[in-house]
């Protein structure tokens, strides 16, 4: 069974300019959670989709940040513009039960900002 | 702001020390999770606890969740080269909401 995919597994962009990170989640997993990583510090909460739907979003910084998850399969979060602070590895984590669910997660995407 | 909790927030020990990381929340929480992250790696899942006063072991780790559900720690036994990495807990918050200590880096010298 294929684990949770993320693409691009680093990204280098200038301050300003687009990026968009994509996850594959585990099949049949509804579940879909967005995690940062920044500066070795903790493991930060963005958001959580339920299938399709944007089940909690209160851990996303600020209105630069978008995620997506159509049709409830792979989920995309995409940062524009991008600023220096947003540095730092996102991880992409899937589980199928919704109550006291492992995560799995992905191996990451980091994205550093110039 | 964090609300879980974790120390220390690193530890370089020998191999064949013991290591021991403290996971603290301010609330009760309805179960913790237990992850581990080896350098330039990704969190992998070890362990959840439920019950209160529950200790589970895996071979030389072992762990444990308080009485009162809202402290856990995870001991390693004998460290070896492998343990190295940051041990996380993990406790939900408002729902669902995994929400992740800051870790436990993990060095051993050999």
Redesign the interface.
Same mark, same amino acid.
């Given at each position: 069974e294929a684990g949770v995919t993320q693409f691009p597994s680093h990204s280098v962009i200038e301050k300003g300019q687009t990026v968009t990170l994509r996850c594959d989640p585990i099949s049949g997993h509804d579940?879909l959670?967005w995690?940062r990583r920044v500066m070795?510090?903790?493991?930060?909460?963005l958001l959580?989709f339920v299938k399709e739907s944007k089940?909690?979003e209160?851990?996303m910084p600020n209105n630069r940040f978008l995620a997506e998850r159509t049709g409830g399969t792979y989920s995309t979060l995409k940062v524009q513009p991008a600023e220096l602070e947003d540095s730092g590895v996102y991880?992409c984590?899937s589980s199928q039960v /919704?109550?006291? $669910? =492992? /995560?799995?997660? $992905? =191996?990451?995407s980091r994205l550093t900002v110039l | 702001g964090q609300q879980v909790m974790q120390i220390p927030q690193y530890q370089h020990v020998q191999e064949g020390e013991d290591f021991t990381t403290y996971c603290n929340s301010s609330t009760t929480l309805s179960n913790i999770q237990w992850y581990k992250q080896r350098p330039g790696g990704h969190p992998v899942f070890l362990i959840q606890l439920v019950k209160s006063g529950e200790v589970k072991k895996q071979k030389r780790l072992t762990f444990q969740f308080g009485e009162a559900k809202k402290n856990s720690s995870l001991h390693i036994t004998a460290t070896q080269t492998t343990d190295v990495g940051t041990y996380f807990c993990a406790g939900p918050k408002y729902g669902n909401k995994l929400v992740f200590g800051a870790g436990t880096i993990l060095r051993v010298k050999s």
């Open positions: 579940n959670y995690y070795g510090k903790e493991i930060k909460f959580h089940q909690d209160s851990g991880f984590a /919704l109550v006291y $669910g =492992e /995560l799995f997660f $992905g =191996e990451g | -």
